[in-house]
T-cell receptor, first 111, second 109 residues
Framework: DTAVSQTPKYLVTQMGNDKSIKCEQNLGHDTMYWYKQDSKKFLKIMFSYNNKELIINETVPNRFSPKSPDKAHLNLHINSLELGDSAVYFC??????????FGQGTRLTVV | SQQGEEDPQALSIQEGENATMNCSYKTSINNLQWYRQNSGRGLVHLILIRSNEREKHSGRLRVTLDTSKKSSSLLITASRAADTASYFCTNFGNEKLTFGTGTRLTIIP
């Protein structure tokens, strides 16, 4: 069983479209995250949720809206996609300040 | 701001040799964690060392922690081609894990 799974793995879409990336963890962790990794491989945190509550929002444009329907899920919806949104997006989870488990990433390409 | 800065930025060694990479951090920590990222994949947690520990082993990995110098090192012994990856250190500063640019390790067969 995959601990942290995110879908889709690849996403190619046109500028201006709206898209969602889903993430689920089966580890029973209380905290989930979204990270963005750009072309220079720099991994930057976007959001953090603890027990469905938003605790970190790293000055991400409000076109990005995370949603956590329950503790095991943290989805990312992106409105009006821009070329600069092209990146690999990683979901992760942890129990408190323990080890974080990452998904395999979603490679988003905006054309 | 980054919670860990890795050094060197890139390292190439022959298969079978040992690889050592270093990490410096700025804030006080509860624990320090090392991760590996293979090209095109998600990060994989390698090892966590608590602030009251000085050394920890896991298989071919050895991590040291010096809280007085705010530094850590990761040693990979008897390297293998599969160890080729980027390695990151990090800790929970301001309730979040932030990552630097990592050390890019290349194992030459």
């Amino acid at each position: 069983d995959t601990a942290v799974s995110q879908t889709p793995k690849y996403l190619v879409t046109q500028m201006g479209n709206d898209k969602s990336i889903k993430c689920e963890q089966n580890l029973g962790h209380d905290t989930m995250y979204w990270y963005k990794q750009d072309s220079k491989k720099f991994l930057k945190i976007m959001f953090s949720y603890n027990n469905k509550e938003l605790i970190i929002n790293e000055t991400v444009p409000n076109r990005f809206s995370p949603k956590s329907p329950d503790k095991a899920h943290l989805n990312l919806h992106i409105n009006s996609l821009e070329l600069g949104d092209s990146a690999v997006y990683f979901c992760a989870s942890s129990q408190g300040q323990g080890a974080a488990f990452f998904g395999q990433g979603t490679r988003l390409t905006v054309v | 701001s980054q919670q860990g800065e890795e050094d060197p930025q890139a390292l190439s060694i022959q298969e079978g040799e040992n690889a050592t990479m270093n990490c410096s951090y700025k804030t006080s920590i509860n624990n320090l964690q090392w991760y590996r990222q293979n090209s095109g994949r998600g990060l994989v947690h390698l090892i966590l060392i608590r602030s009251n520990e000085r050394e920890k082993h896991s298989g071919r990995l050895r991590v040291t922690l010096d809280t007085s110098k705010k530094s850590s090192s990761l040693l990979i012994t008897a390297s293998r081609a599969a160890d080729t990856a980027s390695y990151f250190c990090t800790n929970f500063g301001n309730e979040k894990l932030t990552f630097g640019t990592g050390t890019r390790l290349t194992i030459i067969p």
